[in-house]
């Protein structure tokens, strides 16, 4: 089946009971036992519902993984795979990895003594410097956000299981259309749904797939005990903007390329980060891990009051945060998704004032090459 098809077509399509195509919302909190114990795989939605597990069977399926699990939004699912491990664990993360990523690791699972280091891991010796006895995970994010910086998950995933650790990837930014983890290696796949996957600015979830067995009993023991679950409507929604993701892709690659090399070209920007420019470091890398570049794409104007310029005077990009829908949005980075990152910090990082962010959406692409003309003038 080939990928725009499985978008369709794979995990469980429809409802066996009453023929309807598209997968019932099963609002419902518990299910009837016929006796203590008999029940027909269902009797607690914390622990499952047939909503949800449509969702959770649709993802697995599309990674190419052995299990999926459907959580209330991306940081939930991230900070449920860090729940596989305990005090004393140490793990290796990228280091512009998402905001909300770094901050739930710094602040909130140091205190339960899960230890970590942040590196650049588009330099395996830099993966290979911060091991330590007690790692467990090497977490990377490709490309990373905002300056899509790229990894080779490949040669991470071989280095990690040499040394017997696991290798987990966000794959948000580029979906299991684009890029495919669990073939190149990875362990477990983790998603914000938020994004491209939900693709519509109408839903916050998160996603996670694992490739083994014996993996998705234990993130089925977190995501059970913790109870950060995905509610049936908004595994609907997901269900339903998944059908597009093809086309979406599609349009947000054609879009962004476009974009990125119309402001390589304008005297107002200094700089652009975009992975389909050839002139992007991880351009070649991305061209074979991936099968498109994305719809993101960050660059610098030179300063907070310029980016603001810009911002006042866009028409079709929103300001907001979040990113991957079908419309086009705009994001100081410093000033909003990497805020909670202390300033040294996103001064090493290279995350600038002037940095802006922009999430190309699927409108015509004209449009948006005029609306950047006239505000960047
Ligand atoms: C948004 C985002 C997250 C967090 O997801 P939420 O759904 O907002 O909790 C994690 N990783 C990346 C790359 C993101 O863009």
């Known amino acids: 089946m080939r990928a725009k098809t499985k978008l369709i077509h794979a995990g469980i399509v429809g409802d066996e009971a009453t023929g309807a195509v598209s997968t019932p919302i099963y609002q419902v909190s518990t299910f009837k036992q016929e006796a203590v114990g008999k029940f027909k795989g269902y009797e607690y939605s914390r622990t499952g519902n047939p909503t949800r597990h449509a969702l959770e069977v649709l993802i697995s399926e599309l990674e190419g993984g052995v299990a999926g ?38 602040k909130v699972l140091n205190r339960f003594g899960i230890e970590a280091t942040f590196v650049d891991t588009g330099d395996l010796s830099n993966v290979e410097a911060a091991i330590n006895e007690n790692t467990k995970a090497i977490f990377l994010e490709t490309p990373t956000n905002p300056l899509l910086k ?37 362990d477990i796949v983790v998603h914000s749904a938020t994004k491209y996957l939900g693709g519509h600015s109408d839903v916050v979830a998160g996603l996670v797939v694992v490739n083994s067995d014996q993996l998705a009993t234990d993130v089925h023991f977190v995501q059970n005990s913790v109870g950060a679950v995905l509610g049936p409507q908004d595994s609907w929604l997901l269900m339903r903007g998944i059908k597009t ?35 992007h ?33 866009l ?7 979040s ?4 419309e086009s949005l705009i994001s100081v980075p410093a000033r909003m998704t990497h805020a909670s990152i202390p300033s040294e910090r996103r001064a090493e990082l290279g995350i600038t004032d002037g940095l802006v962010r922009i999430s190309v959406g699927i409108e015509d692409v004209e449009d948006l090459l005029e609306d950047l003309t006239q505000a960047l003038a």
């Open 69 to 106: 699990f459907a959580f209330a939004s991306g940081m939930a699912a991230t900070s449920s795979v860090m729940m596989l491990f305990g005090k004393g664990d140490h793990v290796i993360i990228t280091d512009d990895v998402y905001g909300g990523t770094f901050r739930v690791i710094s």
């Open 150 to 186: 790229v990894t080779n998950i490949e040669e991470i995933a071989k280095f990690a299981k040499d040394k017997g650790l696991l290798t987990i990837v966000d794959n948000t930014f580029m979906t299991p259309y684009f890029q495919q983890p669990i073939a190149l290696g990875a």
């Open 245 to 279: 993701l093809g086309i979406r892709m599609e349009e947000h690659n054609v879009n962004a390329q476009r974009i990125a090399e119309f402001l390589s070209n304008h005297e107002a920007v200094s700089k652009v980060f975009y992975p389909g420019l050839a002139n």
């Open 281 to 313: 470091p991880g351009h070649e890398l991305m061209k074979k891990q991936t099968t498109g570049f994305g719809g993101m794409i960050s660059f610098d104007v030179g300063s907070a009051e310029k980016a603001d310029e810009l911002l006042a005077k």
């Open 315 to 321: 028409h079709y990009f929103t300001l907001a945060e």
């Open 323 to 326: 990113l991957g829908a079908v």
